[in-house]
Structures are given as C-alpha cells and as structure tokens.
C-alpha cells in the first residue's frame, strides 16, 4: 500500500508512541435515559443512493451524482486480495499494488500523481484480504482524465524489471517500518492472524515477509495481471459533481473495449474448519516495552446475519470510556495501558479479537485472567438496556460521520459490495444494527466466544532465554503461481508521438467557503459559526491561549495533562458517568494541548448537539482535577512513553524540539517526560486551568447543520454565565528562546528495524510575511507523494516508505522539519539527500512548471477540508487563533496562486538555509555512525537509554 498502517484501532495509539485521545460526553442536563432515546430516535443515517449499470464486459459500475461538492471520486475495487497470494508469494497483491501506480501504454510513469495531487486531488490504495481497492479525488473538471487513467492501468499495465525491484525495494521498507520498527508491530501484523485462523488464507500477514518478498519476479507480476485485473472481476464506483449522461458515454468510451482473459479466475473457497479446542501461545520479539495479550475467536463470515449482533457486542465490549474492557482493565484495576476489540470480517470468514497492553508492572497472565472475566459476563448475563443503547448510537453516529464526503460514501459503498455483492448491504446495516436485542448479544457470545474456541496470545520482550519468535514461512495456500494466466505479450510505453493523449480538463468547479458569523458574548468568548449544508452533523471547537509553552519549568506535560482531565470529573459527574452520556448520544468530545493553543472538541448528530455543548461546558468549567483521576492519566501518560520511546520515529520527534531550541519553552515534549509527569499535582494543573481557561481569551467555532441563530442561542445557555475568578496568567515571552547553533545528534537505539532522519530547522511564525511562500515551498519539497523529498528517497531509490516535511509555523518561531525512515545501512545517505533538496529550494528559483501542480494540491486540500464540519470547525478556528482575518477563509487559493517562483526562493534562502539545519538520527548506530562521522566530524552520540529529554543537551 502506499500509505496505509494496518493495525487495530485500539492499539493504534501505542503502536504510533502517542497518547491515547481522550473521548467524552454530551447532555449536562439531562438524565441517561431521555439522552439516549433522544439521541436514538433522531439520528438519521441517509442511503448512498447509488445507480447501477453493468457493461457488456462484466464490469459493474455504480454511480451517484452531488451537485454540492466541487470534487468527484472515482474508485476501482477489484475482488483480489492478500488472500489470493500464490503460495510462496505472501504479500503479493499488496507488492502489485505499488506497481499499479506506475506506467501504462500511453501514461508514462507516475502519471497518476500527476493527474491527482497536481490538479489538487489526491490518489490512494489499500490492500485487505479480499479486495484491491484504487481510489482517486478530484475536481470535478478532470473526471474524463481519471477514467481514462483507470482504464488504462486495467488494460494495459506496463512493468519493467527495474520498476519492479525498485518498488519491491520499497515493500521491504514498509515492512521494516510496520513490524520490525514497530513494538507491537509482529504481533498484529504477523502473530495473530497466523493463530487464529488455521486453513484459511487469511492466516498469512498481507504484507508478506521479506523473504517471500524477494522471491516474487517479474513474470509473477504480469500473470497476476492477467489473471486478476480484468473487467468482469472489479467494481467502478464514481460520485460526485457530474453530469450523468456525459459520465455514462466516457465509461463507455473507456470501459467497454477492455476484454476479459479466456483463463478462469483461480478457485479460493477455503473453509475454515471449526476449532478443536483451545490454542496458548506466548511470542517474543525484541525492544517491547509492555507486554500485550490478545483472546481471540473465528466468528462469521460479513454476510453473515450475525455480524450485526457481534459488532453491538463489540461496542459494548471496547467503544469508548465507558465500554467493560475500559472500565474493569484501565480505569478500576488499572492493570491495562490500552484495551481494545476488533471485530473482522471478511468474505470468507471471520473473527474477534479481545486485547490489552499491560501497564507498567502488570503480567500477560493478570491481562487474560481480566480479558476472559469480562468475556465470560457476556455469555453468563445479559447486557443492559443501555449498554445495547449506547452501542447501537455510537455505531449509527458514526456511520453518519464516514458518510460526510463523496468518497466517503464510495467507500461505504466499495465495502458492501466486496463482501456481499450487493450494493444494498450497506444501507441494511443500520436496520439490522438497530433491530439487534439484548437476548442476541447474549445469543453470540454463547455461540461463539468459548474457551474451546479461542486462541490465547501472549506477546512479550524477548530475552538471552526466549529470543526473538520467527514469522511463519512456507505458508500453503489454494492459488499456486502456476494457476495464474500466461503473462502472454507484456505492455510497453508506446514512444510519445504514439500515445493517446490524455483527455483535456473541463471547466473548473470552484469550492465554495461559507459566510463565517462572528460575535461575543458578554464575557468576552468569540463565537464564530460556518453553516454547511449536508449529513445532519455539528462540529464545536473551543480553543484557548494555552499550550504546552506554557508548562512551568521542569513541569513539561501540564497543559497535556490539564487537557486529558477535563473528561475524567466535573463537581457533578463522575468520569464513567461523562463517558457514559458520551456515549448514549453518538457523540465524541475531547480536548488537546498543542504548542500554544488548547483545543476542546465536540462533533455529534445535530438532534444530541444541543446536549452535547451542555456537557462540553459544564467540562470547561467545573473540572475538579480529583487526586486519583490524574494518578490514573499519569500512570496511562507514562506507559505511552515507555511505548514511544522504544520507537526511532517517536524519540527523534521528541527530541528534535531540544536540539533546536533548548531549554526554550518551546523545546520541551508536549506530553511531558518519565520525569516531569509524575511530579505533576492536582495544585498544578487547577491553577493552569484557572489562570488559562477563560472566556475572554477564548474562540468557540460552530460548523456544520447549525443556524447563526441557534449557535448564539446555544452558546449564550452553555458558557454566558462563565466569570472566572483570578487574575489571568501573563502570555510567556519569546517561547522560541535565542536561536541555537545547529546540531548533528545520533541517538543509538542497538536493535532499531529501522533509522528515523529527521533535519530541523527554526522557522516562521504563522503570521509571518513568508508564511504563504514557505508553505508553497514546502509543498514542493515533502508536501505528498510526488514531492521532491518522496521522489528522491522512495521512488527514485526505494530507500524508504516515504518521505516528507513540515512547515510546523507556530506562533513565535515555528519547527521547520523533514524526514523519513530507512534502512539503518542507508541512513548517512538518506540524511544527506534530504539536506540536498532544502538546500536547492534556497539556491535555486523553482519554476511556474514547478509551482502550479503545488499550488493545485494546497488549493484542493483546502476545499477537501471543507466538505467535513471537523475540517471546516478547524479552518476557521486557526484564523481565529492567530488573530486573522475571517476573509482569510476565501482568500485562500488567491493568496496561494500570488505567491511567485522567485518569493520561494528568497523565503528558503533567508529562513530555512540549509546551514541552519539540525540532524537527528535515531537507529542502531553500529551500521551508519562511521559512514556520518566522516561527514560530520562533530556528530554528537547519545545512548536511547541515557536520552534526557528534560535539558536542552539531551544529556
């Protein structure tokens, strides 16, 4: 895949070395009960409403038109997943995937970036177990050319034998990237599909493993083509902006001519056997930092009528704060850092899986034991009314919000009919979810969660006794290589005087921005609202002057941990009991600190809006910051460091903050350190919130399904009576301190699967003159896949997964960054290619062929952003935090085309000068330091675990 991590939700946020997103509730008025039958019986889910046609070929095509956006989608599915990899060939399909992006007869390579991300679109793919699935937005005007393009790599897929080593090369990276570099990476990825299911294809990792990775050669490539990619074996979904009749005679033009090969598609029906009894296994692998333990069980198949009952079941079990797993493991017994539960299901089979990653101090055997009690509840007693309440809420709430964009509803609609072949699947699902009872939540889980079906997963570091567990090779499977069709005669690039020439754009459909209300209450709070037209959803964002350069000295982490709290206890509820209002409504709310800003977040359907801002209220203003509640974040707070920490990418993002500005406020973790959080009080945080937390230096943006009217109505009830008491804190001065000297610091983690680079500078504020440039600039270098730095690095040498860069403008002066991962044996190199590309964007003037496919991609992010109410809520709360103009928000793609080649140039030059840069390498040293010392004889040396992320020296 191009960029897709593959993992379970509930282990994400460990899996990446970040903190786990605190999610809150809805309704201080109202009582549990009313609020879920509110919230029930008003959410309304509309149907994708697509047509279908099937052309003569086989190719099914769906279509839906939505005059309101100025975008349109256009997706492939094809019925080919990781499970039909040839034996021998595991991550096959996902290899072939990369290749896809790649040449046709008349599209030389990447062309698809080209006719995407430089026309301010964007291009992506995924691989599962069933599917293959390319998609492709945007603007409406350059839907002609995406069909073509489509039917191009369906016909005609040109591969070469360097092309192909090179994107396997790349393969290899992300597997470095996702399981070897990754602590918990092995066990998702490789461990347990390959315990839980014992004949089915599903059992091999999509991925693939190095070793069969290697084996793959290019005349796989083309018989895989032509068995796989054809007409009579993909689905075409197309939605957005569009005239109907104009739309079917392009599919027409396009589609219709491609054959379909005389060779069948390979048998893959595998049944998977019923369990004869239990399964315990324990693995190992190197730099695990807590161990994890996952129960698991084969349920249905997605067809399955059952799967409605066990994915209420899985709701109940992990959604939320104040799901079982969450309330037994981490917030009572506070023996798990993270739960979670992954219903999968999938054309053939299915499964659940139940998991925890255990506290610091705490067992495998203390996470089974708790794990298999609350399993056992589940078969022994029903659930309650309002658990099967909740469940089914935050299930339909959420299936309005994936159903916000036109590729959102795409997908929905992909989905359904990879696994069932019926487009109508997909509108089903909330009746059927609906309909689920109490007695069939119990029903399921006596059926199929027993112990004599499940398999019982303990991951954890391996030692000199227990060294590392080894993937499962040699893996049979029902497609044999010698299965699929002959290669027959292999597609060239026809010489340019030959092609066809790409269909030109048609006229452009502009993105509208809507009018933005903006007033004060009494107290001083802004409100400003962003009305939207839409699927009936509202979107709040408060946003305060406080941020993590706020943090007293040597207290790095309050303002993080100040945010976390405001859901865990108000003087009238109690966390469980915010989380269980949450919940009942749909809704979602949270709150995060940045640098310099706070923001508290509310999304949720518009009937439980209303409640939702109560409770978002009564959180900002009667926090209590009980003694326990932040003994339980610290402790939480402290096992996701312990987490990133083991992690290359992670410890350079930490600690590239120190080399560039110190001990500034700016240079300290956000989310604190293995020292500062534990000495955090209760004293602490309260007098942060008293003295930070204020209306009169406070925006509150509404968007979405809202009036102005109601917004004022809603904000004057929730937060008019708001009079803080105290004085307010004084704002921190110059937070980015004096600018340092640059540093070149490797931090030696032996064992690292990969090395983390990342170059640093100090840049911008936001409000900075250059702002526009630089951001036009850094498009160019590592703004998307077809950037500079991406082509460089990933696809000119197969160095890395990917590779990028951020302006990171702030409100003092920002954090300039770019980086990637790779191999440790090319981490030397890789540091210097990236120096190279900052380096050419201040020396030399880019050019208007350089500059306009950039341009496009800001300007067609921007109106991407717009079709969700989170993403316009956040466009208009940044204006707002750096005191700019609302106008801003329409201005923005003119303010974008102004910017001029030589204003580039002479922003790079004067605030990113490549002799300003820091290095920070983070990888197994043994394999790259002499390489980088001769080059930078100062290089600094810093062992992971003497790392001290409290000093500006890191020592």
Known sequence: MKFRLTATVAASALLLGLAAPAFAAPAA?????????????GVVVPPLGFTKRVLPNGLEVYTARDADTSNVTVQVWYKVGSKDDPA??????????????????NLPPETFDRLTEDVGGSNNAFTADDTTAYFETVPANHLQRMLFAEAERMGSLVVDEPTF???????????????????????????VPETLYQESPYRRPGIGSIEELNASSLDDVLRFHATYYRPDNAYLIVAGNFDQAQLDRWIDQ?????????????????????????????????????????????TVKYADADRAALTVLDGILSTGESSRLYRSL?????????????PDFAQQAGNLTALAIMAQGHTADEGIAALNAEIAKLRDAPVTAAELTEAKNEIVADALRNRETVDDRASALGFALINTGDAAAADREIAQIQAVTVADVQRVARKYLTPQRQSTIRYLPADEQNPPSVQKMNVDAPVKVADLAPAGTPAVLLPEAQRTPLPQPGAEVAPATPA?????????????????????????????????????????????????????????????????????????????????????????????????????????KNPTFAAEELERQQAQTLDNLRVALSQPGSIAGQAVGRVVYGDAPYGAPGSGTVQSVPVITPADVAAFHAARYRPSDATLVFSGDITPAAARALAQQA???????????????????????????????PGAGQAAVVAAIRGVSRTDADYFPLTLGNTLLGGGFSSRLNQEIRIKRGLSYGAGSSLGARADAGLFTASTQTKNETADEVADLILAEIAKLG????????????????????????????????????????????????????????????????????HLPVNRASLVIVGDGSLFLDALRAKHPNLEVIEASELNLNSGSLK
């Open 719 to 749: 937060f008019g009576d708001w009079r803080p008491e105290g004085q307010a804190a004084a704002p921190v001065a110059n937070p980015a301190g004096q600018a340092l000297a640059p540093r070149i610091v490797v931090v030696n983690q």
């Open 29 to 41: 008025a109202l009582a549990p009960a009313p609020v879920a039958a509110q919230a029930q019986q």
């Open 843 to 910: 020396a030399e003037t880019p050019t208007q062929a350089d500059l306009a496919p950039r341009r496009a991609t800001l300007i067609g992010g921007f109106g991407r952003s717009l079709e969700t109410v989170d993403g316009l809520g956040a466009l208009v709360a940044n204006l707002a935090l750096y005191d700019l103009p609302m106008s801003d928000l329409a201005d923005y793609a003119g303010r974008v085309r102004a910017v001029t080649p030589e204003q580039v140039q002479a922003a790079f030059a004067e």
């Open 88 to 105: 021998g060939r595991s991550g096959f399909a996902h290899l072939f995937e990369h290749l896809m992006f790649k040449a046709t007869k």
């Open 330 to 342: 981490v917030y009572d017994q506070q023996i798990a850092a993270q739960i979670g539960s992954t």
């Open 516 to 620: 933005v209300a903006d007033f004060r209450l009494d107290n001083g709070l802004r409100v400003l609202v962003a009305p939207t037209d839409g699927v009936p959803l509202v979107s709040a964002r408060l946003s305060f002057d406080a941020g993590s350069s706020d943090d007293p000295a040597g207290k790095a982490g309050i303002a993080a941990m100040t945010a976390a709290l405001l859901t865990q206890g108000t003087k009238t509820k109690s966390a469980p009991e915010i989380a269980t209002e949450i919940e009942q409504l749909g809704a979602s709310i949270g709150a995060g600190a940045g640098v310099d800003f706070t923001n508290v977040y509310a999304n949720a359907p518009a009937n439980a809006f209303p409640a939702t801002v109560a409770l978002m209220a009564d959180l900002v």
């Open 254 to 298: 396009y589609f219709v001519p491609l054959k379909n090969p005389a060779t069948p598609l390979p048998t893959n029906n595998v049944a998977e056997p019923e369990p004869t009894g239990p399964r315990d296994v324990t693995y190992y692998a190197p730099n695990v930092p807590l161990p994890a333990v996952v129960i698991g069980w084969p």
């Open 165 to 191: 080593v090179a994107e396997r090369d790349v393969v290899k990276e992300e597997y470095r990237q996702r399981i070897l570099a990754n602590p918990y990476g092995r066990l998702f990825g490789l461990f």
